[in-house]
Antibody, heavy 122, light 111 residues
Framework: QVQLQQSGPGLVKPSQTLSLTCAIS??????????WNWIRQSPSRGLEWLGR?????????DYAVSVKSRMTINPDTSKNQFSLQLNSVTPEDTAVYYC????????????WGQGTMVTVSS | QSVLTQPPSASGTPGQRVTISCSGS????????VYWYQQLPGTAPKLLIY???QRPSGVPDRFSGSKSGTSASLAISGLRSEDEADYYC????????????FGGGTQLTVL
């Protein structure tokens, strides 16, 4: 049974960096035909896909245009997890952040983390 | 403002059939699969329909999906109280480097 377990702070100060980690059990971050994604949800922006990392002979990352200049997703094969870093946060980045898997078998976000409410406030 | 358009709310009585629409464009629904997610209060979204009309194991056959052109629909038959939730459509969008785009969500109330 595949599970994603998120961790990270729930409060970040404006202009600082938001960092979250998603630990994977029951699957591998480096297996083919899967991507590992970050999605956020807020009342003002709804569900918003932020980015993904995946392995296909080498590592690839894709980011939403809205966060591309501020965001980094890093896989960690030694811990079988992946992380999100979002720099220079503002109150607009306040949201529930989810990690999620896309498997090649269904091409959909079929496994989700539990969500982390992140508030950007001084 | 979400890329895909859904009605903000829908309702029905137990046993009824309800449908939820999702409208997109030629760069997303028009050329890619549609997915549907169910979100119960305080929980993460759950995959309900993938590739337009396929149900993951464990999803009751009361839930069905369809797609035509740049629009899609989710139908729920034999409505039950536990179906009360938010429903989101999603698709990959080829105009934005393969990004996933979502609808704004439809809050389903079982009267």
């Amino acid at each position: 049974q595949v599970q994603l377990q998120q961790s990270g702070p729930g409060l970040v100060k404006p202009s600082q960096t938001l960092s979250l980690t998603c630990a994977i059990s029951g699957d591998s971050v480096s297996r083919n035909r899967a991507s590992w994604n970050w999605i956020r949800q807020s009342p003002s922006r709804g569900l918003e896909w932020l980015g993904r990392t995946y392995y296909s002979s080498k590592w690839y990352n894709d980011y939403a245009v809205s966060v591309k200049s501020r965001m980094t997703i890093n896989p960690d094969t030694s811990k079988n997890q992946f992380s999100l870093q979002l720099n220079s946060v503002t109150p607009e980045d306040t949201a529930v952040y989810y990690c999620a898997r896309v498997s090649g078998e269904v091409d959909a976000f079929d496994i989700w983390g539990q969500g982390t409410m992140v508030t950007v406030s001084s | 403002q979400s890329v895909l358009t859904q009605p903000p709310s829908a309702s029905g009585t137990p046993g009824q059939r309800v449908t939820i629409s999702c409208s997109g464009s030629s760069s997303n629904i028009g050329i890619n699969y549609v997915y549907w997610y169910q979100q119960l209060p305080g929980t993460a979204p759950k995959l309900l329909i993938y590739r337009n009309d396929q149900r993951p194991s464990g999803v009751p056959d009361r839930f069905s999906g369809s797609k035509s052109g740049t629009s899609a629909s989710l139908a729920i038959s034999g409505l039950r109280s536990e179906d009360e939730a938010d429903y989101y459509c999603a698709a990959w969008d080829d105009s934005l480097s393969g990004l996933a785009v979502f609808g704004g969500g439809t809050q389903l109330t079982v009267l």
